[in-house]
């Protein structure tokens, strides 16, 4: 089993459309969470942490369920410019850190 | 504030040469992460340094890589001979060793062997 599996997509979506992404860990010690977000042929950036309470910024609402092992991102309203790969990353001590294969996410108009 | 700085942007080369990739991490950061990205296989961790020191080179594929971290402020990866299948994007990543603190990437390196 993979340390950190994400369904590869593509995730086709209308403008304005709602669309989930999860992710599953494999190690249960793992601390620390993050969505990142990568443009083609650029850098991955942060996009967001993730708690283990749930937090929101503006459309994306992130989740962890440690009983389960699986992060989720949640995007609301989706603009054209949200389409991007969303690289799911599992980080243990000494920032240790697994990234995802990413998900693909194309907002068609 | 300056981010990672990573150089070249971009590298072609004949195979059989050596290769030397540069960073330079933010400034306070005191961990070191150098990544490479292809469509096959992804984005892989091949080794990271923490306060100048390698954590884990576990990810380097072959004697052929090496990386060195001489102070806190730079970093190389250099790649001896390279080969067409070590073509790929390099990133490289800073980040706090402390709270688990997310990375930063560099605008990466584009490196074609032919």
């Known amino acids: 089993r993979k340390e950190v599996e994400q369904d590869p997509g593509p995730f086709n979506v209308p403008e304005g459309a709602t669309v989930a992404f999860n992710c599953t860990y494999s190690n249960s010690a793992s601390q620390s969470f993050f969505w990142y977000r990568q443009d083609c042929r650029k850098e991955p950036k942060l996009l967001m942490s993730?708690?283990?309470s749930g937090n929101e910024d503006g459309r994306f609402t992130a989740q962890l369920n440690r009983a389960s092992q699986y992060i989720s991102l949640l995007i609301r309203d989706s603009k054209l410019s949200d389409s991007a790969t969303y690289l799911c990353v599992v980080a243990g001590g000494y920032q240790k850190v697994t990234f995802g294969t990413g998900t693909k996410l194309q907002v068609i108009p | 504030d300056a981010g990672v700085i990573q150089s070249p942007r971009h590298e072609v080369t004949e195979m059989g040469q050596e290769v030397t990739l540069r960073c330079k991490p933010i400034?306070?950061?005191?961990?070191l992460f150098w990544y490479r990205q292809t469509m096959m296989r992804g984005l892989e961790l091949l080794i990271y340094?923490?306060?100048?020191?390698?954590?884990?080179d576990s990810g380097m594929p072959e004697d052929r890589f090496s990386a060195k971290m001489p102070n806190a402020s730079f970093s190389t990866l250099k790649i001896q001979p390279s080969e067409p299948r070590d073509s790929a994007v390099y990133f490289c990543?800073?980040?706090?060793?402390?709270?688990?603190?997310?990375?930063?990437f560099g605008d990466g390196t584009r490196l074609s062997i032919l």
């Open positions: 340094f923490n306060n100048n020191v390698p954590i884990d």
């Open positions: 990543a800073s980040g706090t060793s402390s709270g688990n603190q997310p990375q930063h």
């Open positions: 993730v708690y283990s």
């Open positions: 400034s306070g950061h005191n961990s």
